[in-house]
């Protein structure tokens, strides 16, 4: 068996007039993030970590943001769409974990749904998934809360 690991990291601004999509799912909040898609950074730093231990590039390359198709396009389809590239390329996913920094709103309580929501989309078990959140305790951009970071690490594997 080959194994690989993959690491992505993704940030987006958050503005006022959009709605804040994190894991898949809506959470309530007075901003959300400014993006050509849905601009979930989760999602995106998923995307990122499979695609590049898998040595497919990037998600930029393989959904730009130059093309009107992936124009506010809810992230799931390209985390499913992703998933897809690595199947066809004989992988499969072992686990990851994902780190979400922000300091509002609180994301404790959505981490249970987030999972759900990502391991259908991946049609994984919920325990190959782990999402921490976390804060920058004030500091740089995420402190000032001018934007949210995130950060997936994930295994993959094939025979």
Not at 10 to 28: F, K
Not at 119 to 122: F, H, K, P, R
Not at 139 to 148: A, C, M
């Given at each position: 068996m080959k194994i690989r690991v993959g690491?992505?990291?993704?940030?987006?601004?958050?503005?006022?007039?959009?709605?804040?999509?994190?894991?898949?799912?809506?959470?309530?909040?007075t901003e959300g993030l400014l993006g050509h898609s849905d601009a979930d950074v989760l999602i995106h730093a998923i995307c990122?970590?499979?695609?590049?231990?898998?040595?497919?590039?990037?998600?930029?390359?393989?959904f730009p943001d130059t093309a009107g198709e992936y124009e506010n396009i809810d992230s799931k389809i390209l985390l499913r769409k992703t998933m897809a590239l690595l199947r066809e390329a004989g992988y499969e996913l072992g686990n990851i974990d994902a780190t979400v920094a922000a300091e509002r709103p609180k994301?404790?309580?959505?981490i249970p749904e987030m999972k759900r929501t990502l391991?259908?989309?991946?049609e994984v078990d919920e325990d190959a998934i782990s999402i921490k959140a976390t804060t920058t305790e004030r500091?740089?951009?995420?402190?000032?809360?001018?934007?949210?970071a995130a950060y997936a690490t994930v295994l993959i594997s094939r025979d």
């Open positions: 690491f992505g990291y993704d940030v987006h601004r958050l503005v006022a007039g959009r709605a804040l999509w994190l894991g898949g799912i809506r959470i309530a909040h990122d970590a499979l695609l590049g231990a898998a040595n497919m590039r990037d998600i930029g390359y393989h994301l404790n309580p959505h391991a259908s989309v991946l500091l740089g951009f995420t402190g000032r809360e001018e934007g949210i």
